[in-house]
């Protein structure tokens, strides 16, 4: 095996030689980085070699990629990927392992700028998260750049996910004084009955999933208190009415449940210096008449302000597991037939 030069990622750390037979041998020599990169029993070469078709072998400080010459370079990109993942983040995700073939993210490796210095990039106190998808690079643009920014999509597509990323960071660099987090109170197909407890306690379970995005992103006690202080707000969507909202990052999620005064509403309680943001997936409409729903109205009625920024999201998008990509799918599909 001819041994070629090191790898632009660190002289120290990655050196990277090709066989006659086209196979590729990357030796890794930071073992903290090897291990994060292989994985818990060799889990994440476990999958990359699933989803590649290659075959990969790990011994030592090695890892070796047999098969097709093509897959074979895709397979060391996306490698060269993950171990710049695990220097930024100190850790791998198995999405970052399922997305690491993606085009966009090997132009990151193969690139060798610091994925800090990329403005797609963001960095919260307990991660940085990466857009994993051209689309998902527009929309944390556009979040960052417009005063009011909708995404329609599918479930997965990390719509809420990034806006409470870029809003978090926004409240902690001062940009903004506080997040507000707001989606409509509809039950998804139940009738849950009288729920119990004080106001805040009757809204927790709708606002369960932006509660799960900004503990993955920030210590529980500290949201905790900056709840208490009322630097994040979660309010339902019917408190939001008569407000004027000031130095603040709003988020309605779930908006394909609001109607079209509902969302209206919302988008004129923008104040000064502040950023909103709606979110929606107009294929899980819960409203009992889902012709009710003002998402795709509102899209339509607000395409032509250059201040107001539209992403519309598909499965190629979706960043959960692989299975909900073939899920969405298939019904994206049936619905058409």
Partial sequence: MEKLNKNQINDNEVSIAYGDDNSININIFNNKILMGVVGSFDNNLRELEKISGSKIYF?????????DKNVNEKVKEAIQY?????????????NDVTTSLNRDMIKIAKSGVSSETLDEIIKTPKKTVIPRSKKQKDYV????KNQITMSLGPAGTGKTYLAVAVALTMLLEKKVERIILSRPAVEAGERLGFLPGDLKEKIDPYLRPLYDSLHDLFDYEKIQRKIETGEIEIAPLAFMRGRTLKNSFAILDEAQNATKTQIKMFLTRIGEN????????????DLPNKNQSGLIDSQKILKGIKEISIINFDHHDVIRHPLVTKIVEAYQKNSND
């Avoid at 502040?274 to 409409?285: H, R, T």
Wanted: net charge positive; proline share 3%.
């Fill in 59 to 67: 011994r030592g400080n090695s890892i070796s990629i047999k098969g």
């Fill in 82 to 94: 993950l171990i710049e993942r695990f220097k930024s983040d100190k850790k791998i995700e198995k």
């Fill in 141 to 144: 643009r556009a979040l960052k």
């Fill in 274 to 285: 502040s950023k909103l943001v709606v979110n929606g997936d107009p294929s899980q409409v």
